[in-house]
């Protein structure tokens, strides 16, 4: 380059950042650097033409090119670090991947769970249970042979306490297999008079058809008192059922036998004309008062245990019990 003005400067200026702006890759950008600044580059012949400059301007021009020189530098960096970090997105976004199960489609369409049918029942049966002056307690579902036999006077002959009945674990707890292993908790901690009812999941090591399933939902009432008698029991029964169903629902005492009970009976209900076995009952047994410290000389009570799985297929129409654990969607969105 020859002659050189402050035109000259200023467009070969504006050319190379043209171009800077106009580049879309690191190698293009590598290949103008050194087009522009290296050894033969356009830029820097510029800069040897200075030597041709009228020494009274060189100062001038020199000063102006070195300072356009690392403007140009200056963009020029900038340019390749945001070509980089796009790079690295790009490959970031290439190697992603999904990590997530696919949703069922029907979730998908319907965001909106429901409570569980059984969930529906014990809501409705704690809430009326409530309103007849019991309150709802708990255990828990890993639980000591003590509170689930023991204590409930049921002798370790007892055909329950069966391996093939129950499940036990490797440090000698048990799966409760009823709610009625809250009984003697309760008593331990309240005093009476009381009434209280406990909802909760059991587990029988069954095998599994449309009536049986390994992990049910029982429901425990007691009631002490310093009278308490059948008619008690059948009278809250009754009250529960017609609630439940919205009549008055036939039922029929049957003697039964329970360790903890005496007397013991089941009871069955008259549906679709057929008796169904529907809950054990009786009068408390005085051991398990005592085991519970409470004086049998002084106080009585009764207690129930209600299948509340049982109830809640009844109360919806399902025909098989397995339905209940499915965790089918489909199923499930039926009681939204
Ligand atoms: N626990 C008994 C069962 O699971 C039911 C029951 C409860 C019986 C309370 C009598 C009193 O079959």
Redesign the pocket.
């Known amino acids: 380059m020859g002659y050189m003005d402050l035109d000259s400067i200023n467009k070969i200026k504006l050319t190379i950042e043209n171009q800077i702006s106009n580049i879309s890759s690191i190698k293009d950008l590598e290949e103008l650097r050194i087009s522009s600044f290296g050894k033969k580059g356009s830029f820097t012949s510029l800069m040897k033409g200075l030597k041709e400059v009228r020494e009274d301007k060189r100062k001038e021009f020199g000063a102006l090119l070195n300072k356009t020189k690392k403007e140009l530098e200056y963009f020029l960096n900038e340019k390749r670090e945001k070509l980089k970090k796009e790079k690295i997105l790009k490959e970031l976004k290439k190697e992603w991947i999904d990590v997530t199960l696919p949703i069922y489609e029907e979730t998908k369409t319907n965001s909106v769970g429901s409570l569980h049918p059984e969930s529906l029942v014990r809501e409705e049966l704690e809430k009326i249970f409530l309103r007849l002056g019991f309150s709802v307690v708990d255990g828990p579902e890993v639980e000591s042979e003590y509170y689930n036999f023991e204590a409930?006077n049921v002798p370790s002959s007892h055909p329950a306490r069966d391996m093939q009945d129950t499940f036990f674990t490797n440090l000698g707890s048990v799966l409760r297999?009823?709610?009625?292993s809250i009984?003697v908790r309760a008593l331990e901690k309240l005093d009476p008079p009381l009434r209280i009812v406990a909802p909760g999941r059991?587990y029988r090591c069954e095998r599994l058809d449309a009536s049986h399933e390994h992990t049910f939902y029982?429901m425990?009432?007691?009631m002490v008192d310093k009278v308490v008698s059948v008619s008690h029991l059948v009278y809250f029964l009754k009250t529960l059922l017609r609630e439940i169903f919205g009549y008055e629902v036939k039922i029929r005492l049957r003697p039964?036998y329970?360790p903890?009970?005496e007397p013991?009976?089941?009871i069955d209900t008259w549906f679709n004309g057929k008796w169904l076995e529907m809950?054990?009952?009786?009068l408390?047994h005085p051991k398990v008062l005592e085991y519970g410290g409470i004086d049998s000389g002084k106080w009585q009570g009764?207690?129930?245990?209600?299948?509340l799985s049982r109830l809640t297929m009844l109360r919806y129409q399902i025909d098989d019990i397995r339905h209940l654990q499915g965790g089918n969607l489909k199923f499930l969105k039926q009681f939204s």
Do not use: D, K, N, R
């Open positions: 409930l297999t009823h709610t009625s009984q059991c029982q425990e009432g007691m039964g329970f903890f009970v013991g009976f089941e809950l054990g009952c009786g408390v009764f207690a129930f245990g209600i299948g």
